[in-house]
């Protein structure tokens, strides 16, 4: 059983501060990976996707990705109220068609 | 460019009876990928659709079924509603084994 584990949270941050998001997976041969930000009562939007280790920025966020420890990771710099919403953190099944999504991690942002 | 749309946003159905689900996927992709999200829980992979052909399916039952058209837009059909098959249906589009887009859902509740 393929799964992706993300902790429920809530995570709570104050405003301007970093908020970090982890996520791991189990399916070794795992090549895409995705993080997707939803509102509640609203659809996933994807915000960004990883392929190979390392970092990859994309203004406020940064996403990081170790294929050996089976760890993605989201960094969401300067953290404003607007930022408060479920983050869901998606794999790509090794035949390339379903994502596999964890339960989401609820991030509230303090003004 | 036109983004993924779904119709109708809300449904109201009684146990046993019948459901279809609609989609457009966004403009240039032909890849269309149907998800099942509970409250408080990931979005569940049910089947994707690619040229018209099924091209993967999750762990749902056979009265889940559904249909992709030539211009890539997509059905998804419920047979015999149970109460558990309340949750919110998401669409994605995206071209085969790429990113995938989600439309706004259908929020379908069984009584």
């Known amino acids: 059983q393929k799964e992706v584990e993300q902790n429920s949270g809530p995570l709570s941050v104050p405003e301007g501060a970093i908020a970090s998001l982890n996520c791991t997976y189990s399916?070794?041969?795992?090549?895409?990976f995705f993080w997707y930000r939803q509102y509640s009562g609203k659809s996933p939007e994807l915000i960004m996707s990883?392929?190979?280790?390392g970092d990859k920025e994309d203004g406020r966020f940064t996403a990081q990705l170790n294929k050996a420890s089976q760890y993605v990771s989201l960094l969401i710099r300067d953290s404003q109220p607007s930022d408060s919403a479920t983050y869901l953190c998606?794999?790509?099944?090794?035949?390339?068609?379903?994502?596999?999504f964890g339960k989401g991690t609820t991030l509230s942002v303090s003004s | 460019e036109t983004g993924v749309t779904q119709s109708p946003t809300h449904l109201i159905k009684t146990r046993g009876q019948q459901v279809t689900l609609r989609c457009s996927s966004q403009?240039?992709?032909?890849?269309v990928s149907w998800y099942q999200q509970a409250l408080g829980q990931g979005p569940q992979f049910i089947f994707q659709y690619y040229r018209e052909e099924e091209n993967g399916r999750g762990n749902f039952p056979p009265r889940f079924s559904g249909l992709q058209f030539p211009n890539y837009s997509s059905e998804l059909n419920v047979n015999a509603l149970e109460l558990d098959d309340s949750a919110l249906y998401l669409c994605a589009s995206s071209l085969v084994g790429d990113e995938q887009f989600f439309g706004p859902g259908t929020r379908l509740t069984v009584l």
């Open positions: 403009s240039g992709h032909n890849t």
């Open positions: 990883i392929y190979s280790n």
């Open positions: 399916d070794r041969v795992s090549q895409s």
């Open positions: 998606a794999v790509n099944s090794q035949a390339g068609t379903a994502l596999i």
